[in-house]
């Protein structure tokens, strides 16, 4: 089945830009969604369609797409920054839209 | 601004049906040509997209569930609902409910908070 491949921690410093990936091989076909997850609350939209970042999101997260791997950078990281962060994508076969999640990325800020 | 309120039994026994039911206020769930999603997240791990149902009524399921997976609309209370049958400890989970944009694309905005369903004799 189809996977979406993210590291399972990034820890960074406030202040400093954390940089989270996604890979999976259909990303250069389908776009990428992140979500973000506090401890107890609902995951949040941060970017939709790889760079596109919802009202009300900080503008020091983004977005970006290179090849198969997707990258949600956060710029300036703060102490609340820190959180579960999910990519999203849909999935490859082609026989249904279904969707598939990566599995998740803790960051730490120091 | 859209909310989505998840409610349903917070205890299923193994083998039987869990049901849950999304409420959405402050816009109708027939406007927009939306889909409306089921999204689960067992304890400490990470998600699992159950299903959702177009705004044509047609379903698409997660084939690793889809032979117990309902997922059904009643635009008349503007709500949404799932049923996961034959339930084993492996189905505990907090149940999202969430919208979900108009093809081609499928992301998930907004979310509701969620609830735990644990599955216990």
């Known amino acids: 089945s189809y996977e979406l491949t993210q590291p399972p921690s990034v820890s960074v410093s406030p202040g400093q830009t954390a940089r989270i990936t996604c890979s999976g091989d259909?990303?250069?076909?389908?776009?990428a969604y992140w979500y973000q997850q506090k401890p107890g609350q609902a995951p949040v939209l941060v970017i939709y369609k790889d760079s596109e970042r919802p009202s009300g999101i900080p503008e020091r997260f983004s977005g970006s797409s290179s090849g198969t791997t997707v990258t949600l950078t956060i710029s300036g990281v703060q102490a609340e920054d820190e959180a579960d962060y999910y990519c999203q994508s849909a999935d490859s076969s082609g026989t249904y839209p279904g969707v598939v999640f990566g599995g998740g990325t803790k960051l730490t800020v120091l | 601004q859209l909310q989505l309120q998840e409610s349903g039994s917070g205890l299923v026994k193994p083998s039987q049906t869990l049901s849950l039911t999304c409420a959405v206020s402050g816009g109708s769930i027939s406007s927009g040509g939306y889909s409306w999603s089921w999204i689960r997240q067992p304890p400490g791990k990470g998600l699992e997209w159950i299903g959702y149902i177009y705004h044509s009524g047609s379903t698409y399921y997660n084939p690793s569930l889809k032979s117990r997976v309902t997922i059904s609309v009643d635009r008349s209370k503007n709500q949404f609902s799932l049923k996961l049958s034959s339930v084993t400890a492996a189905d505990t989970a907090v149940y999202y409910c969430a919208r979900t944009t108009p093809r081609p694309y499928n992301w998930f905005d907004p979310w509701g908070q969620g609830t735990l369903v644990t599955v216990s004799s």
């Open positions: 259909a990303l250069p076909k389908q776009y």
